[in-house]
């Protein structure tokens, strides 16, 4: 119960409180770029905790049984510091891999997400979801849900924010804030909007 | 080539192809770090290194790497100096370690340095990509120098804070206050939102100066009004 409860609690903490996209600043290129449409902005989304999820369940291992087993720790056969390299190129193979196989498996899914998903190996929340799980000292089970969190964390914020952009780009503006200088105005206020959830999750879960 | 087209490719980072406010590359670390000026320089700094070294590994190697798996070399040569960065920064500079946290792993996937690679260095000789990195480097430091320092002065009251971990000869609790402590700061420019802000209002301020470069003077004073 009391695992339960935790793993409820890291899951609404990345949605809420410490969204990625939102409160930390990691994805805004793709929050940038993909957020216009909403059908595209739910692909991306869909796409990104997709391999969030994969990538946490197959660099978690790697990290802490082949990379910085607990046995080596303070001994040069530590190779923690490879960390940086070693995660870029498993995602990297991680999504070559999924559009293989969805191209050859599931071909629906494929059509649906194709196109982001060369775009996802650049995408820094994919990295950073990965770093942040050892940093903060999560086992298997609880990385797994705080990526699956993150990744619904982010279509929560890119389907709100297209519907914000929507209106935005109908509105008459000065000519130097026409585009990216007007919408980043507005993240700014749905980022304002986020923080009323700070301590949230705290006082329900208790914690 | 002459003097003068190198002297232009290394000044074109600065204003008409700013990374950050014109490409709209590397937005990520620019909106996280930059809460305090002292983040900025440090970020732009280790960025920068990494900027001129991948630009000149990957501009030297540009015949050697087959065009079919150019990206994950990129992105191996890139990821390699990074290593190098987080090492050193850990062993010299830890608390610039803290602060600019998973940020400085994360140069990895930074638009920035990939896509100087893919546009510039991979097209280009060994001098001129150095050129280009450095000049990428600086308007990268710049950018984020001048927005940390806007969100830190509104939101903080002070300037520069921080610095002392960067060079020691300052003293651990060195800062500028610019605000009096008696006016209470306006917390939320250092919070995301004021992120998020400060960066969309120096996006249109870099439109309008090149688009319009003779009322360059008029557009400062039209930034600085924006966030008062």
Known sequence: MEMAVKLASIFFTMILVDNYVLAKFLGICPFLGVSKKLDSAVGMSLAVTFVMVMATAATWPIYTFVLSPAEAAGTSRDLGYLQTIVFILIIAILVQLLENFLKKFVPALYKALGVYLPLITTNCTILGVTILNLDNGYNFVESIVCAAGAGIGFLVAMVLFSGVRRRVEQAVTPKCFEGLPITLVAAAVTSLSFMGFGGIVDAIFKV | ?228
């Open chain 2, 1 to 228: 080539m002459s003097n003068n087209s190198k002297l232009k490719i290394l000044t074109n980072g600065f204003l008409n192809e700013n990374p950050v406010l014109r490409l709209v590359l590397g937005t990520c670390p620019t909106l996280a770090v930059t809460s305090m000026a002292s983040n900025g320089i440090g970020m732009g700094l280790a960025a920068t290194f990494v900027l001129i070294c991948s630009n000149i590994v990957i501009s030297a190697l540009r015949k050697i790497i087959p065009d079919q798996v150019r990206i994950p070399c990129y992105i191996t040569v890139i990821a390699g100096f990074v290593s190098v960065v987080q090492m050193l920064v850990k062993a010299y500079v830890p608390d610039l370690d803290k602060a600019l946290g998973v940020y400085l792993p994360l140069i990895v996937v930074n638009c920035i340095i990939l896509g100087r690679a893919e546009m510039f260095a991979s097209k280009n000789g060994v001098v001129d990509s150095a050129l280009d990195g450095l000049g990428m480097g600086i308007g990268f430091t710049i950018t984020l120098v001048i927005m940390g320092s806007i969100r830190e002065i509104f939101g903080a009251g002070t300037w520069m804070s921080g610095l002392g971990s960067l060079i020691p000869a300052l003293g651990a609790d060195f800062a500028i206050q610019v605000i009096p402590e008696s006016i209470d700061p306006f917390t939320i420019m250092t919070s995301a939102p004021g992120g998020f802000f400060v960066f969309g209002i120096l996006m249109a301020g870099a439109t309008w100066l090149t688009s319009r470069p003779k009322k360059s003077a008029k557009t400062e004073e039209a930034v600085e009004g924006g966030n008062a």
